[in-house]
Nanobody, 120 residues
Framework: QVQLVESGGGLVQPGGSLRLSCAAS????????LGWYRQAPGKERELVARHTNDGTSYQDSVKGRFTISRDFAKNTVTLQMNSLKPEDTAVYYC???????????????WGPGTQVTVSS
């Protein structure tokens, strides 16, 4: 019903930058939130940044380094990641909280994930 396509992961040296993008498509009536989560090996999936109708929120460890932005017309969300650290290495997942019709409650949708590796 709702598809999320991510792009922009890769390998970068510490201190470098990457930009992740995610496009939502399909049966979208209203997007209540878009964001990014990440999961490192052996760890739980955690919120990185989220944009909802109430505003934006960030995990404390990325504040001041990462910026989330949303294009309402294109149903896209972008995560600009600067000053990357080895501990940012993880699979990053795009997340969307979407109502597919006027009558349905919103549901969570996830992208397949994109690998971000920060290493020298």
């Amino acid at each position: 019903q709702v598809q999320l396509v991510e792009s922009g992961g890769g390998l970068v040296q510490p201190g470098g930058s990457l930009r992740l993008s995610c496009a939502a498509s399909g049966s979208i009536f209203r997007i209540h939130g878009l964001g990014w989560y990440r999961q490192a090996p052996g760890k739980e999936r955690e919120l990185v940044a989220r944009h909802t109708n109430d505003g934006t929120s960030y995990q404390d460890s990325v504040k001041g380094r990462f910026t989330i932005s949303r294009d309402f017309a294109k149903n896209t969300v972008t995560l600009q990641m600067n000053s990357l650290k080895p501990e940012d290495t993880a699979v990053y997942y795009c997340y969307a909280y979407v109502a597919t019709t006027f009558w349905k409650s919103p549901a969570e949708y996830w992208g397949p994930g994109t690998q971000v590796t920060v290493s020298s």
